[in-house]
């Protein structure tokens, strides 16, 4: 009974923390990654703080295996700040049992870390924390032969030790990736909806503009310049009307005009997340999605939420362009070039004329009957504010490819 309570603990003293993180960052919007890979820094110290305070192992005379979900969430978030810093914490842990060999310790978190690098990309999350936790294990059960531990409970006991480390990070890595999933898809649609309604605002401001111009028009015309009281009587209404149309139109520019707020992120690891978030709807479309991404962090300077949106909505566009009766594909597809990285999303829909392909950019310009027109002028602005270009090729009945290049970070 003593077993089953601890493991309850040690659930609500990971889980706890691990909410407030989410919580945080639903609330704030907080996706820099500075800002977010320093808040979780502070959520990992929590969970093992609780964990060294207020439980116990699971069996007495055994090490927590346990106290590993901190790290292990570390790889699955790729904060390399966490994972070296909890790294560390673990080995100074763990030294406090195995005294003798604090050269395997340290050997056997580099592999963990070696691991990582080489091969944590190229497994699942599944298979990542099942690898983890049965070499933690072994590890485990090792050094405690060495300690000459009863045989043979300690095996059973690190077993048991062991499987509890594998179910709970595996559960918790698993609410982490699904909530952000669900956080960042529900804040980009959310986005392209506003940005929807500019088609509304534009229309409300044409007819604001429109009476001043119209009273303009109508006194202009009643205006008899060899009348030397209409000037008097006149003029200062037209002033008026005129004034009253430049400040509704700095208004309207005010407020739409597009903020950038740059900060050093992983195109990469942004790209990642939309397909991953694309991935619902082309499966829904039976619509095959390929991507062949560098296998390796790139790092440039941009807005990550206006960037998400530029990149949701070309492939949201690309879903939509491939017929309902038709075997869709969507390919993303990078490279780097002369310090560029460009980014190409090709699908086989229905594709454009040239005359339609020469008005793609222009604002209000739509073939959806409910389309508002502004999608491709939007992403235009925000990918020329990062200094970068968007481009569009296209045959009709055959294909659609949009090329964005942006601007690697110099070190």
């Known amino acids: 009974m003593k077993i089953f309570d601890t493991m309850i603990l040690d659930v609500v003293l990971i889980t706890f923390p691990l909410m407030v993180y989410l919580l945080y960052l639903a609330y704030t919007k907080t996706f820099s990654k500075k800002e977010n890979d320093l808040l979780f820094v502070v959520t990992v110290f929590s969970i093992l703080y609780l964990i060294l305070k207020y439980t116990d192992p699971l069996y007495s005379g055994i090490p927590f295996l346990i106290i590993n979900v901190p790290l292990i969430l570390s790889y699955v978030k790729k904060s390399n700040l966490s994972v070296a810093i ?3 914490i673990m080995i100074s842990y763990y030294y406090n049992y195995y005294q003798n060999y ?3 310790i340290i050997l056997e978190y580099v592999i963990y870390y070696l691991f990582y690098l080489k091969l944590s990309k ?3 999350l599944h298979n990542f924390i099942l690898t983890f936790t049965v070499s933690k294990t072994i590890f485990t059960i090792i050094l405690l032969s060495y300690l000459n531990y009863k045989f043979p409970f300690y095996i059973v006991e690190t077993l048991v030790s062991g499987l509890f480390l594998y179910i709970l990070s595996l559960l918790i890595a698993y609410l982490l990736n699904k909530t952000k999933d669900i956080l960042k898809l529900h804040m980009n649609i959310k986005e392209i909806e506003r940005n929807k309604q500019i088609k509304t605002s534009l229309f409300r401001i044409t007819h604001e503009i429109k009476n001043p111009i119209a009273v303009c028009k109508g006194y202009l015309d009643m205006f008899d310049k060899e009348n030397p009281t209409h000037f008097k009587k ?3 209404i037209l002033k008026d ?8 139109l700095e208004d309207f520019l005010a407020m739409n005009k597009v903020k950038i707020n740059k900060d050093i992120i992983d195109i990469n690891l942004l790209i990642e997340e939309v397909i991953k978030n694309i991935k619902m709807l082309c499966n829904k479309n039976n619509i095959e999605l390929k991507q062949n991404i560098i296998d390796d962090d790139i790092y440039i300077n941009a807005d ?4 998400t949106q530029v990149f949701i909505n070309i492939l949201k566009n690309s879903v939509e362009a491939i017929p309902k009766n038709k075997k869709g594909k969507i390919e993303v597809k990078e490279i780097i070039k002369n310090n560029n990285i460009i980014i190409t999303v090709k699908d086989n829909g229905k594709g454009m004329s040239s005359k339609l392909l020469n008005k793609i950019k222009e604002p209000f310009y739509t073939t959806k009957p409910k389309g508002t027109g502004l999608g491709v002028s939007l992403s235009e602005e925000i990918i020329k504010a990062h200094n970068g270009t968007l481009n569009y090729e296209s045959e009709e009945n055959k294909y659609t490819k949009v090329t964005i290049t942006l601007p690697i970070k110099q070190n």
């Open 102 to 104: 604090l050269l395997i």
């Open 86 to 88: 909890t790294s560390l």
């Open 122 to 124: 190229k497994l699942t």
């Open 234 to 236: 006149y003029i200062p």
């Open 241 to 248: 009307e005129i004034n009253r149309t430049l400040l509704l």
């Open 304 to 307: 990550y939420n206006r960037l």
